[in-house]
């Protein structure tokens, strides 16, 4: 980890990676403590968020900590044009750390580089999601009992899906073989293709749902990110393209679990929401345990 920041996944190793999972096992059992008596985090939302600002803060609160910051950025001075710059000079006088999600790609990084506290990037455009992947990771083995040698299915939104780029990075430790289904439009770009490549990661791609997850552990579904479409006619003609019902989980391997970083849309119909193998609530759950790792090894 630079300067103790969490920016993206790679600034973790594998050993850093386990320590913050069996941490997070820790707070699982017993999530209220006192070890953040004094301690402020700012949480920075420039970008719309449900459970990683809550839970994060849920994090903090329950740790014994306060919580400063923004939920919509039209509340803050960046409104009158100050620069993000400036923003976060002026938090890190306030805060011990700082939890921040921008729209613009490496906005958590560029942070990192001039502040003087602990940036953890709550997720940039379609660039990382770092804390969301360690949750995903964290689901995973609690689910499989192990991260080695899973098939591993992600399907949706591969272009712009940053919690999917996030965990492609990070199963790299784990020798996992990928299968990516998504429209031609909404495929997984080249730079993690050939990180794959780089890294001998096993992967196929397709366009086709249907009867094609069989032979998965993990079914990662996505939704479609309407909010990085230029053109919303683009994201009409998609955004409909694969959607889950309990038809579909038939045949099935028993082990398999449904995860999705949430919020969906239609992507997952409700009636598997009863499934056993559902488990995106659960995932959001384990979402705590992992953010109160998370900020007890930046701010340690
Ligand atoms: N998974 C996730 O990032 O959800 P929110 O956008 O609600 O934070």
């Given at each position: 980890?630079?300067?103790?920041?969490?920016?993206?996944?790679?600034?973790?190793?594998?050993?850093?990676?386990?320590?913050?999972?069996?941490?997070?096992?820790d707070?699982?059992?017993?999530?209220?403590?006192?070890?953040?008596?004094?301690?402020?985090?700012?949480?920075?939302?420039?970008?719309?968020?449900?459970?990683?600002?809550?839970?994060?803060?849920?994090?903090?609160?329950?740790?014994?900590?306060?919580?400063?910051?923004?939920?919509?950025?039209?509340?803050?001075?960046?409104?009158?044009?100050e620069?993000?710059?400036?923003?976060?000079?002026?938090?890190?006088?306030?805060?011990?750390?700082?939890?921040?999600?921008?729209?613009?790609?490496?906005?958590?990084?560029?942070?990192?580089?001039?502040?003087?506290?602990?940036i953890?990037?709550?997720?940039?455009?379609?660039?990382?999601?770092?804390?969301?992947?360690?949750?995903?990771?964290?689901?995973?083995?609690?689910?499989?009992?192990?991260?080695?040698?899973?098939?591993?299915?992600?399907?949706?939104?591969?272009?712009?899906?940053?919690?999917?780029?996030?965990?492609?990075?990070?199963?790299?430790?784990?020798?996992?073989t990928?299968?990516?289904?998504?429209?031609?439009?909404?495929?997984?770009?080249?730079?993690?293709?050939?990180?794959?490549?780089?890294?001998?990661?096993?992967?196929?791609?397709t366009?086709?749902?249907?009867?094609?997850f069989?032979?998965a552990?993990?079914?990662?579904?996505?939704?479609?990110?309407?909010?990085?479409?230029?053109?919303?006619?683009?994201?009409?003609?998609?955004?409909?393209?694969?959607?889950?019902?309990?038809?579909?989980l038939?045949?099935?391997?028993?082990?398999?679990?449904?995860?999705?970083?949430?919020?969906?849309?239609?992507?997952?119909?409700?009636?598997?929401?009863?499934?056993?193998?559902?488990?995106?609530?659960?995932?959001?759950?384990?979402g705590?345990?992992?953010?109160?790792?998370?900020?007890?090894?930046?701010?340690?």
């Amino acid at each position: 980890m630079h300067n103790k920041s969490l920016v993206s996944i790679s600034d973790l190793s594998k050993i850093e990676i386990l320590e913050i999972l069996d941490a997070a096992e820790d707070f699982e059992r017993n999530p209220n403590r006192k070890t953040f008596d004094g301690k402020v985090v700012a949480t920075l939302f420039f970008e719309p968020s449900t459970r990683t600002r809550l839970s994060f803060e849920t994090a903090v609160i329950r740790l014994g900590g306060s919580v400063i910051g923004f939920s919509d950025a039209a509340t803050s001075s960046s409104s009158k044009g100050e620069t993000l710059h400036d923003t976060i000079r002026m938090i890190s006088c306030y805060a011990d750390a700082i939890v921040m999600r921008h729209y613009i790609e490496g906005a958590a990084r560029a942070a990192a580089e001039i502040s003087p506290v602990p940036i953890v990037n709550a997720g940039d455009g379609a660039n990382q999601h770092p804390s969301q992947t360690l949750l995903d990771l964290y689901s995973i083995r609690k689910t499989q009992q192990r991260l080695e040698n899973l098939n591993i299915c992600m399907v949706g939104d591969l272009k712009y899906g940053r919690t999917v780029h996030s965990l492609i990075m990070a199963m790299a430790h784990f020798n996992p073989t990928f299968k990516f289904i998504a429209p031609k439009e909404l495929q997984l770009p080249e730079k993690y293709k050939d990180f794959c490549r780089q890294n001998n990661i096993k992967f196929t791609e397709t366009e086709v749902f249907t009867d094609n997850f069989n032979d998965a552990d993990i079914l990662y579904m996505t939704r479609v990110q309407r909010e990085r479409f230029v053109n919303l006619d683009e994201y009409e003609q998609v955004k409909d393209v694969y959607i889950l019902n309990n038809q579909m989980l038939m045949n099935s391997k028993p082990n398999l679990k449904i995860l999705h970083p949430l919020p969906r849309i239609n992507e997952i119909l409700p009636e598997v929401d009863s499934s056993e193998k559902a488990y995106y609530f659960q995932q959001a759950q384990n979402g705590l345990y992992v953010r109160q790792a998370i900020l007890t090894k930046v701010l340690s």
